[in-house]
């Protein structure tokens, strides 16, 4: 007998957003069936991406569609990436048509901001929502905005540059060209410079003596903080705090009805996710803060490639969801 995974059509999401390529064969109501991570070939990317996908297709020889995650600017009508700084050979090349010949499939490409957000809308803590505002907070901070079950882009393909609200008017200079954007000090590599530069001030903190062997990370502080550590609650924290500000104006500008939380840094759990929840209530209008849920992301690591898929499935008008 055929299990459903061999009869049905299937999916395939990849993820190019970070050092590690995430891939995924995923059934048409977004359940993953398999999973392939390896090292970024970064100047060898749709080779790298031809070969995962035909070893995927090993376990699922019924593949509809595949959908690529990519961490750039994407332009859907012409399919076409057309500013990626971590993939510039991307930038260069045509990975749409590259994948389409070399997999005989349909190819979809989307931001990866994008597509976790589309995720998080189909399977994950989006579900059930009409509307929802995504934000994944790690090594950058991204975001996107989902009206009516579809990505709202903005005139250019920009909307939802969440990590560019400004929180301090005074603040550092951000890549951006703006000052005190909340990437400035809410991202992962901001998050251990302030730490770094409160240190000095605190030296019995488990973090000074992590930081006497070698860089600590984010990730470190997050333990350190779920460890009890006095210095690295209080960054974690503050950073809720500055999430929370910025999550405040989404919520007065959107009235939106979900906002969704991921990335690295939410890894941190309630310890950051209380903070931001209650700076957001402070400072947002409260009957628009009462209309809305704010809740982490559930996909984790998988978002970007699950939701690559079921952007590939809707596109190609199959569903087989229930
Ligand atoms: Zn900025």
New binding site residues.
């Given amino acids: 007998m055929m299990s459903h995974a061999q009869t049905a059509a299937n999916f395939i999401g990849v993820d190019l957003s970070g050092a590690t390529m995430h891939a995924a064969l995923v059934s048409g109501d977004g359940e993953v069936i398999a999973r392939r991570e390896a090292p970024l070939e970064r100047d060898a990317v749709v080779a790298q991406v031809a070969r995962t996908i035909s070893e995927l297709r090993d376990s699922s020889p019924n593949i509809a569609a595949i959908g690529v995650g990519i961490p750039g600017l994407v332009n859907r009508q012409t399919d076409r990436v057309l500013v990626s700084t971590d993939l510039p050979s991307v930038v260069r090349g045509d990975i749409h048509a590259d994948l389409i010949k070399a997999t005989g499939l349909r190819v979809e490409l989307e931001n990866d901001a994008n597509a976790a957000a589309y995720g998080e809308y189909k399977v994950g803590a989006g579900r059930g929502s009409r509307d929802m505002f995504f934000a994944t907070i790690g090594s950058g901070i991204g975001g996107a905005i989902i009206i009516n079950g579809k990505l709202w882009l903005g005139a250019s393909g920009f909307a939802g540059e969440f990590?560019?609200i400004t929180i301090d008017a005074e603040g550092i200079e951000?890549?951006?060209g703006?000052t005190g954007?909340l990437?400035?000090l809410a991202s992962a590599p901001n998050i251990v410079r302030r730490a770094n530069d409160r240190l000095y001030r605190d030296n019995t903190s488990s973090l000074s003596r992590l930081a006497i062997n070698k860089e600590f990370t984010a990730a470190d502080i997050v333990h350190e903080a779920q460890e009890g550590d006095d210095f690295s609650l209080m960054m974690i924290e503050r950073t809720g705090k500055y999430i929370g500000a910025a999550v405040a104006s989404v919520i007065n500008l959107l009235n939106i009805e979900r906002i969704v939380l991921g990335g690295g840094v939410m890894e941190a759990g309630d310890l950051i996710l209380g903070p931001i929840i209650r700076e957001a209530e402070r400072r947002a209008f409260q009957p628009c803060f009462e209309a809305t849920q704010i809740a982490a992301a559930a996909l984790g690591t998988d978002a970007v490639s699950i939701g690559a898929a079921m952007l590939a499935r809707d596109a190609t008008g199959q569903t087989n969801a229930a």
Avoid: I, K, L, Y
């Fill in positions: 990590g560019h951000c890549m951006c703006n954007c990437e400035t």
